[in-house]
């Protein structure tokens, strides 16, 4: 199976910065995007960043200019670097990788998520 394992999660004061890690292991072939999601107490789940196998990125409205998305593909490791952080980004966060993997030559594609990290920013 995949695994996504997330690190980095804490609590911060505003305006204070965090970066999170998520590493994919397991049997895949490879990984198209993966991303970020978070969920506030009370809230629906939310996507907050995403990045294709060719680095396109893209974001949430209100992380645009704050929140940057990168990934190691040798590494497979999708990383989030979270500046200036308000109260408003307390939550958590979800990793998120579309995989490939295969099956007697056949091809498919699985979503996985990893198990949240908490980000907790204080005013």
């Known amino acids: 199976q995949v695994q996504l394992v997330e690190s980095g999660g804490g609590v911060v004061q505003a305006g204070g910065s965090l970066r999170l890690s998520c590493a994919a292991s397991?049997?895949?072939?490879?990984?198209?995007?993966m991303g970020w999601y978070r969920q506030a107490p009370g809230k629906q789940r939310e996507l907050v960043a995403t990045?294709?196998?060719?680095?396109?990125?893209n974001y949430a409205n209100s992380v645009k200019g704050r929140f940057t998305i990168s990934r190691d593909n040798d590494k497979n490791t999708v990383y989030l670097q979270m500046n200036t952080l308000e109260p408003e980004d307390t939550a958590v966060y979800y990793c998120?990788?579309?995989?490939?993997?295969?099956?007697?030559?056949?091809?498919?594609?699985?979503?996985?998520w990893g198990q949240g990290t908490q980000v907790t920013v204080s005013s």
């Open positions: 990045v294709t196998s060719g680095d396109n990125t």
């Open positions: 998120n990788a579309n995989v490939i993997r295969d099956s007697g030559g056949y091809y498919y594609t699985v979503n996985y």
């Open positions: 397991g049997r895949f072939l490879n990984i198209n995007g």
